[in-house]
């Protein structure tokens, strides 16, 4: 009886250990072509007259660029691909604030919240500033010809 007990315990263990070895070479697959960025996003945002500021609905993930587009990744799960992808040329922004309320505890510390729009949809993504800097900087750079709208 004992031994089933200990086989148990060290069997948990082991699928602990294994299930959080796969997050970080996830991670580490996601983060190797380079030009990643910690970034919480919050799809289907309220609208800003709602004053929201209950830090449900952010979910923390990892941003990449690629090409013309910014795939978002969820931190916390095992799926090799992404969430969620905007397309530069579909990315309206709207406005920026830092975090209000129960929001200061959903995000990191240093976030700034940056109100968008993607194909209609609202959306709000909270990054670092040096983050944000970066990605005005690249919705900016936009091939000629393309509209290109940053707040």
């Known amino acids: 009886m004992v031994l ?7 069997a948990i263990v082991v699928l602990v250990v294994v299930g959080l070895v796969a997050f970080g070479v996830r991670r580490r697959l996601i983060q190797r072509s380079g030009g990643t960025f910690d970034c919480s996003l919050r799809w289907d945002a309220p ?3 709602a004053a929201d500021v209950s830090g449900k609905g952010w979910g ?3 941003a990449r660029y690629n090409g013309d587009r910014i795939e978002w990744f969820r931190v916390f799960s095992y799926a090799p691909r992404p969430k969620r ?3 530069r040329a579909a990315i309206e922004v709207t406005g920026r604030r830092s975090p209000e309320g129960e929001e200061e505890l959903a ?3 240093d976030a700034i919240v940056l109100a968008c729009s993607h194909r ?3 959306l709000e993504l909270a990054m670092s500033e040096d983050a944000l ?3 005005l900087a690249w919705l900016e750079a936009a091939p000629p010809g393309q509209r290109v709208n940053v707040a």
């Open 107 to 109: 995000l990191l510390s």
């Open 85 to 87: 992808i905007l397309e």
């Open 4 to 10: 089933v007990l200990v086989l148990c315990v060290v």
């Open 47 to 49: 609208a800003p007259d």
């Open 120 to 122: 209609g949809t609202r």
């Open 133 to 135: 800097t970066g990605f």
């Open 60 to 62: 923390y993930g990892i």
